[in-house]
């Protein structure tokens, strides 16, 4: 079994869509997923048109999410819930409405590959074992002895804090709170990838230690890491999704699970994006891909990564979109 799941759980005609007016403490509901993961609403954070939940079941429980107004439609909630006055919420929701577009700083490019080759060349010194990638990716668990020597990497660069918050983040939810935005925005900065997504909600996206340098210190010295890892050969990744409405397109109209975001998810085992292939009775469409990828493009695997493999056993890489 790749995922925890209910066998018993209720249907979704037993549920009330997610709305504005249900955004209140206390309330319980479930995650639009393919497993309908239950969750209860722990309140509102105004300055930020963000909502907070904890989960409550499977992998991640006990685990606390920070949300967009808008995600609310990502969820479903029992009947006979409390209710607010949504309009206000959604005067909130509105400021934060439009879009942020940061180009990819072309001229930045070159010194940043430059700095991921230092780092590379530095991190072999880091890297005196041989790894076993393909018993690795059959296991679904990465390495120990790669956690210790990617934490001290880090450690040596003086950002092993922003690699722990920034895998424990990724590994439950890349899109709670902004700790992940601002990454993808620093790639932008560095060249590497073009960032276009919702705008900046937090203010203090880029103070104290997670200012934009260390930010782009991290960043380079796990590309660097990596890449001495992987080697020069393409990865066999696979991406797999059920979708309960119209896939996305590709520009040629045909279906894809290509995504325009600065970060993507795939993994090492076929298993693993089968998965999500297979749906729920309320699945219209699936599918199912594999890609060829160069190691440039990878920026974490479950390999070196400790916190890819505490909650999930999913053989995950994250890719430079």
Not at 56 to 64: L, M, P, S, V
Not at 112 to 120: C, D, I, P
Not at 259 to 288: D, K, M, N, Y
Request: hydrophobic letters at 45%.
């Amino acid at each position: 079994m790749i995922y925890a799941s209910d066998p018993d759980a209720a249907p979704d005609a037993a549920y009330v869509p997610g709305a504005l007016e249900l955004l209140v403490a206390g309330n319980r509901g479930r995650r639009l997923d393919q497993r309908r993961t239950p969750v209860t609403l722990l309140g509102v954070v105004p300055e930020r048109a963000a909502f907070t939940l904890r989960i409550e079941a499977f992998e991640d429980a006990g685990a606390i999410w920070e949300l967009a107004l808008d995600e609310v439609e990502r969820f479903q909630f029992e009947p006979g819930g409390e209710r607010r006055d949504g309009a206000p919420l959604a005067a909130l929701r509105e400021r934060f409405a439009r879009r942020l577009v940061v180009p990819a700083d072309e001229r930045a490019r070159p010194r940043t590959l430059e700095r991921v080759e230092e780092e590379r060349e530095a991190a072999r010194e880091w890297l005196r074992r041989a790894v076993d990638v393909a018993g690795a990716v059959e296991r679904r668990a990465g390495e120990p002895w790669l956690f210790a020597a990617l934490e001290a990497f880090m450690a040596a660069r003086g950002v092993v804090d922003v690699e722990r918050a920034f895998g424990q983040r990724w590994a439950s939810n890349p899109r709670s709170g902004e700790l992940v935005k601002g990454h993808a925005i620093v790639l932008a900065e560095l060249g590497l990838c073009g960032y276009d997504g919702p705008v900046v909600r937090d203010a203090a996206l880029f103070a104290g230690g997670w200012s934009r340098e260390r930010r782009a210190a991290h960043v380079l010295a796990r590309l660097g890491f990596v890449q001495a890892l992987l080697g020069a050969e393409p990865l066999t990744l696979y991406r797999g999704a059920a979708v309960e409405g119209e896939p996305r397109r590709s520009a040629s109209g045909a279906p894809t699970l290509a995504a325009a975001g600065s970060l993507i998810s795939a993994t090492f085992a076929r298993a693993v994006a089968e998965a999500h292939f297979e749906g729920t009775p309320a699945t219209t469409s699936a599918l199912l891909e594999r890609w060829r990828v160069p190691p440039e493009r990878v920026l974490m695997t479950f390999l070196e990564t400790r916190a890819l493999n505490e909650r999930y056993r999913e053989a995950e890489a994250v890719l430079l979109g």
